[in-house]
Antibody, heavy 121, light 111 residues
Framework: EVQLVESGGGLVQPGGSLRLSCAASGFIFDDYAMHWVRQGPGKGLEWVSGITWNSGTKGYADSVKGRFTISRDNAKNSLYLQMNSLRTEDTGLYYC??????????????WGQGTMVTVSS | QSALTQPASVSGSPGQSITISCTGTSSDVGGYNFVSWYQQHPGKAPKLMIYEVSNRPSGASNRFSGSKSGNTASLTISGLQPEDEADYYCSSYTSITTFYVFGTGTKVTVL
């Protein structure tokens, strides 16, 4: 079964840091680009960051550029998001998403269940 | 990069057809055939319904179809059913960030 499982969310004070992880299984992880998408409480989806299969290209939304860093470890079938200088507006459910249906697609065909990040004093 | 524009809500009766629009610019929707659509039920992760404007992935109902004209993409749900009541989001590749942008989201209500 193709599956993505996020972890690492929690409560953090403004200015703090968190590292999110996404464990992938059921597919050849290093064939696919991977992304992080977030959803604020009661709000819509927001693309946060993406990374190509070989980490050759990384991209960030303007709202997180310079504060967040995406990375992956293909040997561990894992995706990461290092979040620094967190702000209250970063609060939300963070989803890990796989590009698909094929590795050349530009859609997200598999999503994790999300991990909640709350930035509050 | 601003979000793509979708109507806040669309409603229809069971059996009817509804269409949700997604308006962008020539830098995203209008410039590339990389529009996708997602269904999200409350408390659940999004589900891919349409990719590359009009392709359906395995597992998506054939009552869902997609199209595009100029800078506006559309999702049509035919034969509306109660389980179609959900939030729907479009997404497109954008040359501004060279990655992706989502739409503002549309709440579909089955009357």
């Amino acid at each position: 079964e193709v599956q993505l499982v996020e972890s690492g969310g929690g409560l953090v004070q403004p200015g703090g840091s968190l590292r999110l992880s996404c464990a992938a299984s059921g597919f050849i992880f290093d064939d696919y680009a991977m992304h992080w998408v977030r959803q604020g409480p009661g709000k819509g989806l927001e693309w946060v960051s993406g990374i190509t299969w070989n980490s050759g290209t990384k991209g960030y939304a303007d709202s997180v550029k310079g504060r967040f860093t995406i990375s992956r470890d293909n040997a561990k079938n894992s995706l990461y998001l290092q979040m620094n200088s967190l702000r209250t507006e970063d609060t939300g459910l963070y989803y890990c998403a796989k590009v698909g249906p094929s590795f050349g697609s530009d859609a997200f065909d598999i999503w994790g269940q999300g991990t909640m990040v709350t930035v509050s004093s | 990069q601003s979000a793509l524009t979708q109507p806040a809500s669309v409603s229809g009766s069971p059996g009817q057809s509804i269409t949700i629009s997604c308006t962008g610019t020539s830098s995203d929707v209008g410039g590339y055939n990389f529009v996708s659509w997602y269904q999200q039920h409350p408390g659940k992760a999004p589900k891919l319904m349409i990719y590359e404007v009009s392709n359906r992935p395995s597992g998506a109902s054939n009552r869902f179809s997609g199209s595009k004209s100029g800078n506006t993409a559309s999702l049509t749900i035919s034969g509306l059913q109660p389980e179609d009541e959900a939030d729907y989001y479009c997404s497109s590749y954008t040359s501004i960030t060279t990655f992706y942008v989502f739409g503002t989201g549309t709440k579909v209500t089955v009357l």
